[in-house]
């Protein structure tokens, strides 16, 4: 049965050293797959792993993925990543409120816990060969963002904080993870 898969990607450079997207380079990529309620790590030479994960899966989740993740993955993948079926939290959270809110501000708000680090120190994690540390970094993102979207999926809403107090959005997040259907797309497997 296809179910959706929630990544996140931390890479070697930042913006600054690397304006494109192409360029930036992968260190690690994290992933949680419904299907079998498990945890992942893929580093740069274990990619193709991931692409298999990511073309079964019903849908691909993530927080600022549309616009981040899945363009740093085009560098990599030898198809269109626009074909996957995908769902952008961050997405998501702009067209309700009309603004960007950060992982780590909806996350407090929402779970009451916040994230580990951030991605400048993920990339001095992997300057430094931290391996450990830069996949304990990235899963928590994966782990965080999943916790996020479960709520949403569960209480139909999430929280977050304004000057005036917490509020809240509705958000109806329970599709993504009713559709069963593939992404439809092979062209890592062989023919």
């Known amino acids: 049965m296809r179910a959706?898969?929630?990544?996140?990607?931390?890479?070697?450079?930042?913006?600054?050293?690397?304006?494109?997207?192409?360029?930036?380079?992968?260190?690690?990529?994290?992933?949680?797959?419904?299907?079998?309620?498990?945890?992942?790590?893929?580093?740069?030479?274990?990619?193709?792993?991931?692409?298999?994960?990511?073309?079964?899966?019903?849908?691909?989740?993530?927080?600022?993925s549309d616009?981040?993740?899945?363009?740093?993955?085009?560098?990599?993948?030898?198809?269109?990543?626009?074909?996957?079926?995908?769902?952008?939290?961050?997405?998501?959270?702009?067209r309700i409120l009309g603004r960007r809110i950060s992982l780590d501000e909806?996350?407090?708000?929402?779970?009451?816990?916040?994230?580990?680090?951030n991605g400048l120190q993920a990339i001095t994690y992997y300057?430094?060969?931290m391996w450990e540390e830069l996949k304990k970094y990235c899963l928590d993102d994966v782990r965080l963002t999943k916790e996020l979207f479960d709520f949403g999926v569960r209480e139909r809403k999430i929280f977050y904080n304004t000057p005036a107090g917490q509020r809240f959005m509705t958000v109806s997040w329970d599709s993504h993870m009713n559709n069963t259907s593939s992404n439809d797309i092979s062209l890592t497997l062989p023919f």
Do not use: C, M, W
């Open 4 to 64: 959706p898969v929630i990544f996140d990607i931390e890479t070697k450079k930042t913006f600054r050293e690397a304006p494109n997207h192409r360029d930036l380079g992968i260190s690690v990529v994290g992933a949680y797959d419904y299907n079998t309620n498990t945890y992942h790590t893929f580093l740069e030479k274990e990619l193709g792993e991931l692409f298999v994960l990511l073309e079964n899966a019903s849908v691909v989740i993530g927080y600022n």
């Open 67 to 94: 616009g981040f993740d899945l363009p740093v993955l085009q560098s990599y993948y030898p198809g269109d990543v626009t074909q996957f079926k995908s769902f952008d939290i961050l997405a998501d959270i702009k």
């Open 106 to 117: 909806v996350v407090k708000a929402t779970l009451g816990e916040g994230k580990s680090g």
């Open 127 to 129: 300057r430094k060969g």
